[in-house]
């Protein structure tokens, strides 16, 4: 129970209520600005109505706060002025340009615009909704949705009550992920629907087809060594893989020559929407993201943290961890439940160096890019971008205020929700898009109930679908996670945006052209050690995109996402990370020219 004010307080109370009955000018300021953000206003109207701001603002800097900076002392506060003599620092000035770089962040978002959102057209095209995601709704022995369910979720997208959410009709005990962290508007960087995306492929499109086959793939893969996946393997999976995937009319991952390689299997790629037309999909390999060993050294590096070290041995699942291959447990989890199962761990923790392995540092993560900005920063000492404006300081350095590792610590941990927003706004605002493990189900209704579903032929005539129900009895997806992927939908991949938005943040941070020293690879005869690798030269900006793709692809590998979601993902976040960049910039004081680096296409940006 709060205590009864005292006099005193009761008497500031009064005052104030007293103040503000007296003085309409004093709440002024926040009656303008309710005003502003009511309703719709073109850019225009914003751009007048924040004359008005601006012109009440600089009364309230000038009038209530400004006084008593203007003052040598008011009651028991003592002014800098007094201490230090001649030093006269304008106080007002100062939170006058705090305000205008607030508004002048605000002008620049709202003169991004509204791209257009265009969707594939599935989600209409199916009025059983075979092609949206689902689940966690209840649905029929086929797998199919419920319709009541699914209006329930539509009311409450579509209206955004808080209410509405509540009286989503779920099938199980597992909930849906965060519908409404994307209307959640940041203070900083993009707003979460100024971001285009190309549509993602349509569920009988020969490209969707090309990414089942390679997910199918990495599920048959999962015990094959990464040090496997380069042009001089002898492995027989992966040489039957790439048979297989060459054979694709629509396989958008990394090529050498026209064709998939070991070299390039399964490393990552970046999609961006051609923004001539908003929608065209346009396919970029990272620069670095093909060169050398597979996994980034990022992931293979003792982590300095003050005087502590963290390893980068992981805890990874034992092989045959493989989940969603039965037909009931695969419905339960569509319905919301639980497969009942557990991974199983190995004892001894180890270097990345399986698929798998990569695919459970993936399930949940670890340092990753804060682990990156410390290696960096701590560890191989790489040198600072070379516009950081204390680079070349005869007088000064860095701190956690402005361009040092601390600093840019604050940054990289905010960025990940930003991006979140981001992706969770395309995910269930836009797309809806399926998850891999429901098309599974789809191929699997299709050939074992001849369900009409419409299944591109060349999913149904791949060797890795055969491969797979030779191998796990099924044509299901196997997923190496038992819960198998979150209850939001696939398209873009929120691991990606992170991956994407803190990647960037750190190639503006650091000399990207740095090249790694001492670099390592896991010791394939014992991966609980590394040996060095000796091979082509690796740069910061390489394996940066490297980690990116890493971690993207990682999901896949586990089978809760598409690769089309992770290389869109990528692209997302290197958006939101710029924007966030542009924000900062227009707070500095010190002479800058502004964050020049490499994007995930190649083409070098001044933010």
Do not use: C
Request: proline fraction near 7%; glycine fraction near 10%; aromatic fraction near 10%.
């Amino acid at each position: 129970m709060s205590p009864e004010p005292t006099s005193n307080q009761a008497s500031q109370e009064n005052t104030q209520q007293q103040s503000e009955k007296t003085n309409p000018n004093q709440n002024l300021f926040s009656a303008s600005s309710r005003r502003l953000l009511s309703g719709r206003v073109g850019r225009r109207g914003f751009l007048g109505r924040v004359g008005l701001l601006s012109a009440t603002a600089t009364g309230v800097v000038t009038g209530v706060i400004g006084s008593p900076f203007s003052s040598k002392r008011r009651g028991d506060i003592v002014q800098a002025q007094d201490i230090v003599g001649q030093f006269n620092f304008d106080y007002a000035g100062f939170s006058q340009k705090a305000y205008q770089v607030r508004v002048r962040a605000a002008q620049l978002e709202l003169e991004i615009g509204v791209p257009p959102h265009p969707t594939n057209g599935d989600e209409e095209r199916y009025p059983n909704k075979i092609a949206t995601d689902t689940r966690g709704l209840p649905h029929d022995e086929r797998g199919e949705v419920k319709p009541e369910a699914y209006k329930s979720l539509i009311k409450a997208l579509s209206s955004r009550n808080p209410d509405d959410f509540e009286n989503i009709i779920l099938g199980g005990g597992r909930k849906l992920v965060n519908p409404q962290g994307p209307l959640a508007i940041s203070l900083e960087g993009i707003n979460a629907a100024q971001i285009a995306t190309p549509p993602p492929p349509t569920l009988d499109s020969a490209e969707q087809a090309g990414e089942a086959v390679e997910l199918y793939w990495q599920a048959l893969l999962r015990e094959v060594p990464l040090n496997k996946l380069q042009n001089n393997t002898d492995d027989p999976k992966v040489l039957a893989a790439i048979e297989d995937l060459n054979k694709l009319s629509e396989f958008r991952g990394p090529k050498q020559g026209g064709a998939v390689t070991p070299q390039t299997l399964f490393r990552g790629s970046v999609t961006y929407v051609d923004k001539n037309d908003g929608k065209t999909a346009q396919h970029f390999v990272p620069p670095g993201v093909t060169d050398g060993p597979y996994i980034s050294q990022f992931l293979l590096q003792d982590i300095p943290f003050n005087t502590q070290f963290i390893s980068p041995l992981i805890r990874t699942a034992l092989p045959g961890n493989d989940f969603l291959t039965d037909y009931q447990e695969w419905l339960t989890v569509q319905n919301g439940g639980s497969s009942g199962k557990s991974l199983r761990y190995d004892p001894t923790r180890r270097y990345i160096s399986t698929v798998r392995d990569l695919a459970e540092y993936a399930h949940i993560g670890g340092a990753l890019f804060f682990g990156a900005l410390l290696i960096l920063s701590g560890g191989i000492n790489a040198p600072l971008n070379p516009g950081n404006p204390y680079v070349n300081s005869k007088t000064q350095l860095g701190s956690a205020a402005t361009f040092a590792a601390a600093h840019y610590q604050a940054l990289l941990l905010l960025a990940p929700s930003r991006a979140i927003r981001a992706s969770y706004w395309q995910k269930f605002y836009v797309h809806r898009r399926l998850r891999p493990e429901a098309y599974g189900g789809l191929v699997y209704n299709k050939l074992v109930n001849k369900t009409d579903y419409p299944i591109n032929s060349e999913v149904l005539n791949s060797r890795a679908l055969a491969q797979t129900n030779s191998t796990f009895g099924t044509y299901l997806l196997p997923h190496a996670y038992p819960e198998a992927a979150p209850f939001h939908p696939s398209y873009t991949g929120g691991a990606a945006s992170i991956a994407g938005v803190q990647a960037t943040l750190l190639k503006a941070f650091f000399d990207e052209n740095f090249v790694i020293p001492n670099p390592v690879v896991p010791d394939p005869n014992d991966p609980t050690k590394v040996i060095p690798y000796s091979g082509e030269r690796l740069t910061v900006g390489g394996e940066l995109n490297k980690l990116a793709t890493n971690y993207a692809i990682g999901r896949s590998l586990g089978g809760i996402h598409w690769r089309s979601d992770g290389a869109v993902g990528l692209a997302l976040g290197e958006e939101v990370a710029i924007s966030i960049l542009r924000d900062e910039r227009l707070g500095y004081n010190e002479k800058f020219n502004g964050f020049t680096f490499t994007k995930f296409d190649g083409t070098k940006i001044t933010v």
